[in-house]
């Protein structure tokens, strides 16, 4: 095994890397990833020839799309929805019940890079794959 630790943004996979793969598996990561729609076209250098890439998030607009049952808050953890608020009240959501810092900057970040269902089958249709499977 190989590791490559490196942006991913800054490697070529035709001169950097001297294998492929067969299925790449982006299970709760792509609603982390900012610029997705340089992200997920990216990808393509990486697979072999018939290979697929398996993409499982939670949309943005699912009642916990904003990561928010990750509060410390015992209120904030199962309240839906209020990540999509505007940004300063919803800091200051998180802020008035008690959330650190560290908690309010990831959940800031995951409001800065979530992504729809809409969103991302556009840029997987700017990005010429094919969904092959569906599942809600």
């Known amino acids: 095994m ?31 990833i900012y610029h997705q729609d340089k992200f997920i076209p990216l990808l393509k250098g990486f697979l072999n020839p018939g290979g697929q890439i398996f993409f ?7 009642p916990f799309g904003g990561h928010q049952q990750t509060c410390n808050s015992k209120i904030l953890s199962k309240l839906p929805y209020y990540h999509l608020l505007p940004m ?16 309010i900057k990831g959940l800031e970040e995951v409001k800065d890079t979530g992504i729809s269902i ?17 599942r809600f």
Request: proline share 6%.
């Open 88 to 103: 300063p009240l919803y800091k200051g959501i998180l802020s008035l019940l008690g959330e650190s810092e560290g908690i």
């Open 56 to 62: 499982s998030f939670p949309p943005w607009y699912m």
């Open 2 to 32: 190989k590791l490559i630790s490196r942006d991913v943004y800054d490697i070529d996979p035709e001169k950097d890397i001297s294998f492929k793969f067969d299925i790449i598996i982006l299970k709760d990561v792509i609603e982390h």
């Open 118 to 134: 809409e969103r991302f089958e556009r840029i997987v249709k700017q990005s010429k794959l094919i969904i092959s499977e569906r």
